[in-house]
């Protein structure tokens, strides 16, 4: 056991995180997050808010059966009781008690300007109303954590009312006071000194939970600030998701508390799951909002802190030796610690020091005629307007056939894509493929709602029967940029694209003056290296 404070963690991705525009989640989506945030070991899980949307509701009722979390309580959000309303009958309270949970977490007003124009009511009624529904839902056998919406502005304008609208919690039992930068305007400073404020009040009658948001760019830092003062829960999102600019990001928070203030904040073991349980969740919420739309554009930020695919990369250059000797003067944390890795980035600038790193990296032995015909190639390609530091699955499909590797796994004869326009005015897009694996020739044709996609289908039908582990590949992520005569000779298109296997991200390039050519180099690549991938997986599990 360890003797270390505990700071609980409270993850609300699946109600305020869904706020975000363009992210959209099924009740399926949301109990697969629900299992990885439970896998994580994540304290509290808010799955929604039951009565405000029937797909909560869904969640809910689906969540008594078929969600197993052994680390992480369910917890269901509403509100106190209407204004001059009684609990007995109360919509809202009645959903919060239906939906079965050990613990739930009403939204209470602790601003004084909300309660008497927003509600429309007396400061007597709004503290009435807290006191109320607490009592309800604890004399209904509920754990009551009250979420004080607005406290931080409500206290600099009327810390008298914010603090009574809280005594009316804990003096009805309530176990947590979620303390609320709901408009997320708040500094660190501010945070730090109205908590110690509440906390030197209620000293250890209530747990003080902070939940703040991004719009000073100061989430996290507000939410370390509440800690320092003695807040003991912290609210968030997995990859900062919410509203606006963003909860606190629970995939930065979480290292913070845990690697630099000492916290225990989750079960042992738990943390080097982190990176791979926030690309899980990203796969997950960053589906595209209807199955028509052809690729996504919601991949995880590469340079999001700690679990980033960037987060510990070092652009290779004179000091890459230097890394090697000693990555801790170079790295503020071991990445391995948070599931993440150290990463060589290799452009054509990379000498044979850098090349060394990278094959290191890959555990791919390379001599030294290897290596020079890897720089030669880098140079030549970059030339014509690659960029490997942009994919790295590129490159090491590189340097792998420079150390004589060639991939079988499949032989294309021909592709061919065809766009029309029908009379209506729409269009269509069909591919045909012809494939050989080992002497079997298949051929494929494939719709999609434009090239890439069509490609993407008629190569995966051609594919899927014989490596099946490619159904869980995705592409998240597929741009496209015009390169003039600086770096090349004539207008070129560069594509990138990035995908997933849900634990890992990778990206391939293509480059050619058609950006078809461009991007069937770039999706043969992506799915090369999937199956390369798919291997490496499937031996490290046979030699179990
Ligand atoms: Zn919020």
Redesign the pocket.
Known sequence: MSTRERVEIFD?TLR?GLQVEGVSATVEDKLRVAEQLDRLGIAYIEGGWPGANPKDIEFFRRAKTELHLPTSTLVAFGSTRRPKGKVDDDPTLRNLIEAETEAVCIVAKSWDYHVLNALNTTLDEGEAMIADSVEFLRANGRRVMVDAEHFFDGYQRNPEFAMRALEAAVVKGASHLVL?D?NGGSLPHEVEAIVATVKAHFRDDVILSI?C?DDTGCAVANAMAAVRAGARQVQGCMNGL?ERTG?TNLTTVIPNLALKMGFDVLPEGRLELLTSVSNHVAELLNRPLNHVAELLNRPLNPQAPYVGASAFAHKAGLHVSAIARAKDAYEHVAPELVGNGTRFVVSEMAGKATIKMKSEELGLPMDGAAMNHVIDELKRLEHEGYHFEAADASLELLMRKATGWTPDYFTVESMRVITDELPNGAFTTEATVKVWIGDQRSVHIAEGNGPVNAIDQALRNALLPHYPGLADVHLTDYKVRILDGATATGAVTRVLIDATDGEKTWTTIGVSPNIIEASWQALFDLIVYGLLKLDATASAAAAE
Do not use: K
Request: hydrophobic share 0%; charged share 10%; net charge negative.
């Open positions: 609300t305020d609320c709901t939940h948001h919410g909860n």
